[in-house]
């Protein structure tokens, strides 16, 4: 079936759409020998020889898992350290999936696994703002206050976080789990939000990405999502409001 040239290179993982149009108007791309530089232009990537740079591009099947990360698993794929990968943990999937965001080494849970590169930056993107579901047992018990200085943002390495949702699900001995919903992929992020209120995260599990759960899913297991599972990656709960637990 025929395509538009940036979309065939966006789905086939090459570039986001945006560098798609830059490698076309820089001449790097050729559909079966010819250099093509007009942004119309389509083919068909079963029937035509698409390179760029002289290489031809490989247009596999998509496939999009969900994998329950334990932790101790790093999410490169490739590992100076010979530590665990989380690609190792896909039993039986011969295509070559990326993860789509990190997850710390010492982070459980959801992590999106798949060879399509435009649905993986669409996923990142700022833009499209997907929300990012965690789970956090911090040490001791944040006030109210702390709780809404996490909603409104709070700076973290000299920036200021996007707005997030919280709310304490449970108060365990000396400890509480917070629900934190955010849309933003930073560093070690949920950890330093509260840290920057001071309270340690004991235990990090990412639960979902925009309404697609983990469910019952087991640790260390995957699925393999259908596409109504994708169109959950970007639908959206109404904003709840804080509400602690008191004893
Ligand atoms: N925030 C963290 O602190 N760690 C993760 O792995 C993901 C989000």
């Known amino acids: 079936m025929e395509e538009r040239l940036q979309k065939i290179l966006a789905k086939a993982g090459i570039a986001s759409r945006r560098q798609a149009e830059q490698l076309i108007r820089a001449g790097r791309i050729r559909i079966n020998d010819q250099v093509v530089v007009e942004m119309g ?16 591009i490989d247009f596999e099947e ?14 490169t794929l490739a590992d100076p350290q010979g530590r665990p990968m989380v690609s190792d943990l896909l039993t039986g999937i011969e295509e070559r999936l990326f993860p789509v965001g990190r997850l710390d080494l010492d982070t459980e849970g959801a992590l999106l696994m798949t060879n399509d590169g435009e649905l993986a930056n669409r996923i990142l993107h700022p833009r499209f703002e997907v929300n990012k579901t965690y789970e956090a047992l911090v040490a001791g018990f944040p006030a109210r206050e702390k709780l809404a200085l996490l909603e409104q943002g709070i700076v973290i390495d ?6 997030a949702r919280v709310r304490v699900l449970q108060r365990r001995s000396g400890a509480s789990l917070v629900e934190i919903v955010i849309h933003e992929g930073k560093k070690r992020q949920v950890r330093k939000m509260f840290q920057a209120v001071d309270h340690r995260v004991l235990h990090l599990k990412r639960t979902a990405y925009g309404q697609l759960y983990l469910g019952h899913l087991p640790l ?5 999502l259908s596409s109504d599972d994708l169109k959950k990656i970007f639908s959206y ?8 637990i008191t004893d």
């Open 41 to 56: 232009c389509k083919a068909d990537p079963v029937r035509d020889r698409i390179t760029c740079d002289g290489k031809p």
């Open 158 to 163: 000299g920036i200021k976080t996007r707005p």
């Open 62 to 75: 998509k496939i999009y898992v969900l994998l329950n990360k334990p932790a101790g698993y790093v999410t």
């Open 220 to 224: 260390g297991k995957f699925k393999i």
């Open 237 to 244: 709960k109404i904003p709840f409001t804080i509400k602690n």
